[in-house]
């Protein structure tokens, strides 16, 4: 069975494992979230929204984000036959030492995904013709808020050490 | 089309775009020192600072331009794209960004599944019908 689950390395650029505990973790994120945020919304008013982000956000973040990379074991955690030991069930390539894929696009698509089916038959393709420009400036914008977060370690100062 | 000032297409255009990136640069300059500073506890408060006033601003408040009827875009999407420019910009030139690919695709298939399969879902559960009826009721 491990054998056999690591067996398509080189050709999926993951190991199979890591394919089935990535689609499920993503899978998992979106369902809750798209089913209980909208229903606590209602339920709560913007309380509901604060009580989803801690409960949804948070412990999903813990099921699929949380990695011996940050703060716990830069190097990771190495496993007895190489590579290292992933904790999180969304997948980070390269030791997790390439860039971040967040769990946010699981749910954004899921969130696409289901109002484009709640939408009626013939609107379809008009609606998400629509939407294709709102989803471009909201990545742009978020594109450049990354870069420039990502920045700040190009400062050059020399804060305690760090 | 023919609006003036904040009413206007390009005008909502841009406030998505601050909406993105405010909350791109958020979830990224604080949840990792979050995370390295308190650990799991860390992260949890992190996702009611960042993602739950983000919320509240993006899309309570509506910075990200989702009116009534049409799609939803949601704030993971500039939370995604934040995350691999982060990181890219972050180890330039060692960021080795052609490694996110297959990640990167399992997650909008995972994703998309789940949207899939909540649509369905809140057609039988319960809780949706009942809320529907509620509606339909008041209607």
Partial sequence: MIAWLSTYNAALGMPPVSVITTIFGAFCASFALIVCWPKLVQNFGAIGGFMAAAFLVGTFWLLNHKLPGFGIAPEGIPHPDGGSKQFGLIYQAYRGACPWVDMGIAIASGFWLDSLLGTKKGERAAAAKESVPRALFALAGGIFGGAVTGLVGWTGANLFGY | ?139
């Fill in chain 2, 1 to 139: 089309m023919g609006k003036k000032g904040w009413e206007s297409r390009r005008s909502r255009h841009v406030s998505t775009f601050i909406g993105g990136a405010i909350v791109g640069s958020l979830a990224f300059g604080i949840w990792p020192e979050m995370w390295k500073s308190y650990g799991i506890l860390g992260g949890f408060f992190a996702a009611v600072a960042v993602i739950g006033i983000m919320w509240y601003m993006n899309h309570w408040l509506g910075v990200i331009e989702n009116r009534p009827g049409t799609l939803w875009i949601d704030q993971g999407l500039p939370i995604a794209g934040a995350g691999v420019a982060w990181g890219i910009v972050r180890s330039y030139p060692n960021s080795h960004w052609e490694q996110i690919f297959p990640t990167l695709i399992c997650c909008v298939i995972g994703g998309l599944l789940g949207g899939w399969a909540a649509h369905h879902v809140k057609k039988i559960a319960p809780g949706w019908r009942q809320s529907d009826q509620d509606q339909e009721a008041a209607s």
